[in-house]
């Protein structure tokens, strides 16, 4: 289902279950009244993809109810349609934010990458690369940091240094080489 589509479309019934029973109980908070804040069933229903995204070896753990999808997202809001734009962003943005202080602190010296979001880097509903990041090994980092192989050398450059050998030793972070991928307070190439 489109999330446009499904934001249009759906009515309180869509999550909270039938109205109908509420008020044949005579009302009263909770008394058939599904609450997807304490139950992220009723959004798999809709959201299938998502659910799915949930079984892979990496996740937030929302089945296992340590978490549930409205500690990120606002059933209520206009966040729902566009929530990678404007307003949406930012707030998407602090809502990682909020558990993940160490990362999204202010850096002296910051990745770029933080500017876009963290979704530039990371799947927030789960992946099967560790840190729920979108590519494996250096290829997330080669996404947005050019390479130049100059012909006959085999050497793989970026920017002006020559990376064929550290990558090899594995990913950017790994090798021990750019430990620090949110930001870095002391070292611009964020070293540590």
Not at 36 to 65: R, T, W, Y
Not at 104 to 109: K, S
Request: charge should be negative; proline fraction near 6%; hydrophobic fraction near 30%.
């Amino acid at each position: 289902m489109d999330d446009q589509e499904s934001i249009g479309s759906s009515g309180c019934e869509s999550c909270h279950g039938p109205g109908s029973l509420h008020i044949k109980a005579g009302g009263g908070k909770g008394i058939f009244v599904h609450n997807p804040g304490d139950d992220s069933a009723a959004c798999m229903e809709c959201h299938q993809e998502i659910h799915a995204k949930f079984n892979l070896p990496n996740h937030h753990p929302v089945l296992e109810d340590l978490m549930n999808c409205v500690d990120c997202h606002d059933p209520h809001g206009r966040d729902m349609s566009k929530p990678f734009g404007g307003l949406a962003f930012a707030r998407l943005n602090q809502s990682c934010a909020e558990c993940h202080q160490e990362q999204a602190r202010t850096f002296v010296f910051e990745h770029e990458a933080m500017r876009e979001g963290c979704t530039e880097c990371h799947d927030p509903h789960g992946s099967v690369n560790p840190k729920m990041l979108i590519q494996r090994d250096s290829n997330l980092c080669l996404k947005c940091h050019s390479q130049i192989q100059f012909p006959g050398s085999g050497d793989i450059f970026i920017g002006k240094a020559p990376h064929s050998f550290s990558m090899q030793a594995g990913s950017c972070w790994t090798a021990g080489c750019h430990t620090q991928v949110h930001g870095s307070m002391v070292d611009p190439k964020m070293r540590f």
